[in-house]
């Protein structure tokens, strides 16, 4: 079975000269802090010489040979790294072989004419003569299409394909064809969410063998007696794959159960709310919660897919739209956009994207991971302040507000009040300092907190003087 993200493989980009694979390749190592190897780069450095001049003294055989042992040097690497083939790598049939075994490979697509634009007049042997180039375009297509394991056009596609991640508007419709395998499904969601789209999804699953599951909706669904009770009715083998259709709670259960059910089986997020697809079905944390303890216990388990199909946000209330756009604009704040502007699916597509780049880059939440922490020390802090009465979207709203004052941007301070209007709460104040004190990042006592030097450049584990961050968090409570 063909590879459904880049986790823990190389990527490789492919696709014909002038497609952005040197450009892309070298912002999309640097999201995921990976080594980026140019392939034409390595075989100029191999043969001391520039490719033009080998192509002139050498030929092209000789060129294809030292690109075909460089090409499988790379990767043969144990280490994933991040490697731009050149648009003739593909060639050899090795070099096709050891990419299905050791890669997961995205080809970059590109026109003819815009390709023949971008690379004649430079020094490129291939693009010096219109009419060969167009037949070498159309000679090498079939060979792109049988390494592609995903196709991207632009840096927030590549992003979305490493992980996995397909987003589009009415992508729930093809659901068939985007869970991996041909194996049995278990769908996993709540009866709510199963009454408005769970027949789109089973349409689309039509001609799997299939077995349904309903569990409680919203956070109900992660205790124990809910997993326990999934283990027992899933029927599901090991060459099975389970779907979890819905909110955060239900895609951290499922996924869950997923982690866990014969020691783990590969599982499919589709999230329906915007918290679901901008944020909690991306990155591969699953969890359930303890009594007084939320997330307390979970596994790292990746999902194969992740299908955001923004069409079936049209369905969510209110309340739930409101959670999901405080996450955007922690999103839009970390890296520097201001997304909240656009257009819903557009917020999906970008936020979706931003996650999977930095969860690709930890996706054991060791270091850069920490980022997406903004804001969210002090909504914990009033959530369990107010017995987790709080509507989540409202609290991180304040967390926002929070850390925005601390890192002493006014500018987007005032953005934010305008677009998530945050409004002080009624808590203890006492209590939600102790919480504070008690989370989970905080090193003995004191909370280590997610700032931004400016908007992008985001700072973590930082440490300040308790008199400020005391103030900071009693500005929030009413
Ligand atoms: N794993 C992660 O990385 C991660 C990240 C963020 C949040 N989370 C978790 O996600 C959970 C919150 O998720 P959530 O905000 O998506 O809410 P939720 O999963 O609790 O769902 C909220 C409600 O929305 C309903 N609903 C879902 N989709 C709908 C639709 N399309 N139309 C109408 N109603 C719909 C559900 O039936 C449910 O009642 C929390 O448990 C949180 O811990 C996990
Ligand atoms: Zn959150």
């Known amino acids: 079975m063909r590879p459904s993200h880049a986790l823990g493989r190389h990527l490789a980009l492919a696709g014909f000269m002038g497609a952005g694979k040197s450009s892309l390749g070298r912002e999309v190592a640097e999201r995921l802090g990976r080594v980026f190897v140019d392939l034409d780069h390595e075989v100029e450095s191999r043969a001391g010489r520039s490719i033009a001049e080998l192509f002139d003294e050498q030929g092209e055989a000789a060129f294809r040979a030292l690109e075909e042992q460089a090409a499988a040097d790379t990767l043969r690497g144990a280490e994933p790294v991040v490697v731009a083939l050149g648009g003739g790598a593909v060639l050899p049939e090795s070099i096709r072989r050891q990419l299905a075994r050791g890669a997961f490979t995205?080809?970059?697509?590109?026109?003819?004419?815009?390709?023949?634009?971008?690379?004649?007049?430079?020094?490129?042997?291939?693009?010096?003569?219109?009419?060969?180039?167009?037949?070498?375009?159309?000679?090498?297509?079939?060979?792109?299409?049988?390494?592609?394991?995903?196709?991207?056009?632009?840096?927030?596609?590549?992003?979305?394909?490493?992980?996995?991640?397909?987003?589009?508007?009415?992508?729930?419709?093809?659901?068939?064809?985007?869970?991996?395998?041909?194996?049995?499904?278990?769908?996993?969601?709540?009866?709510?969410?199963s009454g408005i789209h769970g027949v789109r999804a089973q349409l689309a699953l039509g001609g799997r063998d299939l077995e349904q599951h309903e569990i409680p909706a919203g956070e109900a669904a992660k205790t124990p007696a809910v997993l326990e009770r999934l283990w027992t009715e899933l029927r599901l083998g090991r060459d099975g794959t389970l779907v979890a259709l819905g909110g955060g709670a239900t895609t951290d259960v499922a996924g869950f159960a997923a982690a866990t059910h014969m020691r783990g089986v590969?599982?499919?997020?589709?999230?329906?709310?915007?918290?679901?697809?901008?944020?909690?079905?991306?990155?591969?944390?699953?969890?359930?919660?303890?009594?007084?303890?939320?997330?307390?216990?979970?596994?790292?388990?990746?999902?194969?897919?992740?299908?955001?199909?923004?069409?079936?946000?049209?369905?969510?209330?209110?309340?739930?739209?409101?959670?999901?756009?405080a996450e955007v604009v922690k999103t839009g704040l970390l890296a520097g956009a201001p997304v909240w502007e656009r257009s819903e699916p557009e917020q999906v597509r970008f936020c979706a994207s931003f996650k999977a780049g930095v969860c690709l880059a930890d996706p054991h939440d060791r270091g850069t991971r920490n980022q997406l922490n903004l804001g969210h020390t002090f909504a914990h802090a009033l959530e369990v302040a107010a017995g987790y009465t709080l509507p989540?979207?409202?609290?991180?709203?304040?967390?926002?507000?929070?850390?925005?004052?601390?890192?002493?941007?006014?500018?987007?301070?005032?953005?934010?009040?305008?677009?998530?209007?945050?409004?002080?709460v009624a808590v203890d104040p006492d209590t939600a300092w102790a919480a504070l004190g008690r989370d989970k990042k905080a090193e003995r006592g004191s909370p280590r907190l997610v700032l931004l030097d400016a908007p992008g450049k985001p700072r973590w584990g930082v440490e300040l003087p308790e008199a400020d961050v005391r103030r900071a968090l009693e500005e929030l409570i009413a």
């Open 106 to 193: 995205v080809v970059l697509d590109v026109e003819p004419e815009d390709a023949w634009h971008r690379t004649s007049g430079s020094d490129r042997p291939l693009a010096r003569d219109e009419a060969a180039f167009q037949t070498l375009y159309r000679t090498r297509a079939p060979l792109y299409d049988e390494v592609a394991d995903a196709r991207a056009d632009d840096l927030e596609e590549l992003l979305l394909a490493a992980a996995g991640a397909h987003v589009e508007v009415g992508s729930v419709d093809d659901l068939g064809s985007l869970v991996p395998g041909d194996g049995a499904v278990a769908l996993v969601a709540d009866g709510h969410v």
């Open 392 to 424: 989540h979207g409202r609290a991180v709203a304040l967390g926002l507000l929070a850390a925005l004052r601390l890192s002493g941007l006014d500018e987007q301070v005032r953005v934010l009040q305008e677009v998530l209007a945050p409004e002080p």
């Open 266 to 325: 590969p599982w499919v997020a589709v999230p329906t709310t915007l918290v679901g697809q901008v944020d909690a079905g991306i990155g591969g944390k699953t969890a359930i919660d303890l009594p007084g303890a939320k997330n307390a216990v979970g596994a790292f388990h990746w999902p194969a897919r992740v299908v955001c199909d923004p069409g079936l946000l049209e369905t969510l209330p209110d309340e739930q739209r409101a959670n999901g756009l």
